[in-house]
Each structure stands twice: as C-alpha cells, then as structure tokens.
C-alpha cells in the first residue's frame, strides 16, 4: 500500500478528499465478508436503556411556544416535565 497522507490533520479537522484517495476506494460489498460482519455490528445501537418518548404533535399559542424556546436548549425536556408535574397535581386534587 502506497504511503498516504492522513485523513486527519493536526488540528483534527478531516482534510479535503484528493481525486487519489477516491481513486482507493473500495465499495462496501467489495470488502470480506468477516469485515463487513463486524463493521454492521458497529453501527447498531444497544438496547434503550429508559423508556422511549412518544412523538406526538400539539398546537400551542404562539406566545407558549415562544416562552418555551426562549428557554433554550432542552426546552421540550422542561416541557415534559412541566406537564408531568401538572398531571400529577391533578390526580392529587381528584384523589
């Protein structure tokens, strides 16, 4: 194999592709089998370790909606919460 530059340069940053290092490059089927076993288990994910969310679409007033990407990053993660307390101050007062 020809002695090549790395992809990555001092500063971490991914260098730009020259016509040579696509001229090396191979397609996934072109790879052994046992490699591409052990590249696909790369790329999966383990098992959910909390319960998932459910997406679901809601409508809110302009101003709400506003109020709560004012908030900043994880602004749905507080809305959530912000409901959850709510839901459960109901079912204190209805018990």
């Given at each position: 194999?020809?002695?090549?530059?790395?992809?990555?340069?001092?500063?971490?940053?991914?260098?730009?592709?020259?016509?040579?290092?696509?001229?090396?490059?191979?397609?996934?089927?072109?790879?052994?089998?046992?490699?591409?076993?052990?590249?696909?288990?790369?790329?999966k994910?383990?098992?959910?370790?909390?319960?998932?969310?459910?997406?679901?679409?809601?409508?809110?007033?302009?101003?709400v909606?506003?109020?709560?990407?004012?908030?900043?990053?994880?602004?749905?993660?507080?809305?959530?919460?912000?409901?959850?307390?709510?839901?459960?101050?109901?079912?204190?007062?209805?018990?």
């Amino acid at each position: 194999m020809p002695n090549r530059k790395p992809l990555i340069d001092e500063e971490v940053e991914v260098r730009e592709i020259t016509a040579e290092d696509v001229a090396l490059f191979k397609p996934f089927s072109a790879l052994p089998a046992a490699e591409r076993r052990v590249l696909l288990k790369l790329r999966k994910r383990g098992p959910q370790k909390t319960p998932r969310k459910v997406p679901i679409s809601i409508r809110l007033s302009p101003d709400v909606a506003e109020g709560l990407r004012a908030t900043g990053s994880g602004w749905q993660g507080r809305a959530d919460e912000a409901l959850r307390s709510w839901l459960a101050g109901q079912s204190a007062s209805h018990a």
